[in-house]
């Protein structure tokens, strides 16, 4: 019979505990972002998916090197380069021009040795953060596509 009471005393406690808790926080600001219509602002260390970074003259920075292209340990990265000739001093010279920069963010691990290997600083995390879809064909990115489209964009609001 003592058990019954000690139960009800112990499982009275914790009901007011709990419920002080409660009345304590429901008077607290409301810490909620209503989310279609506000967004929050990602810090600078976030990392999002790779993206391409375009120079002043709004071509990529890219030279083809390969190098995020071996780092990447999944193996979520494929470049396409096509030689073009280009005059320099009167000499035709061949140069690597970059033609597709894919990016399957459903195999990428956010590691960063892609962003850490370029040499030339032609890809960064992007801060987007709010990619959702039902098919992995979404989140199959053309980079390369990508950057023309935000120059565009820029060259429109500008």
Do not use: W
Not at 34 to 62: A, N, V, W
Not at 71 to 95: F, H, M, N, R, Y
């Amino acid at each position: 019979m003592g058990g019954y009471f000690s139960d009800i005393f112990y499982g009275g406690k914790s009901l007011l505990v709990g419920l002080s808790i409660t009345f304590r926080e429901f008077f607290k600001p409301t810490v909620t972002v209503q989310y279609p219509y506000q967004t929050l602002k990602m810090s600078k260390r976030f990392r999002g998916h790779i993206e391409l970074l375009g120079d002043d003259e709004g071509k990529t920075k890219c030279v083809v090197c390969g190098m995020c292209e071996r780092a990447c340990p999944s193996g979520c990265i494929t470049l396409g380069s096509v030689s073009v000739d280009i005059e320099v001093d009167g000499k035709i010279k061949k140069k690597k021009v970059l033609s597709k920069y894919d990016l399957d963010f459903t195999r990428c691990s956010l590691c960063g040795q892609c962003v850490e290997n370029c040499n030339f600083g032609a890809i960064d995390f992007s801060k987007e953060y709010n990619l959702a879809s039902t098919r992995k064909e979404d989140f199959h990115f053309n980079l390369l596509e990508r950057l023309k489209r935000m120059e565009r964009l820029e060259v429109k609001n500008a």
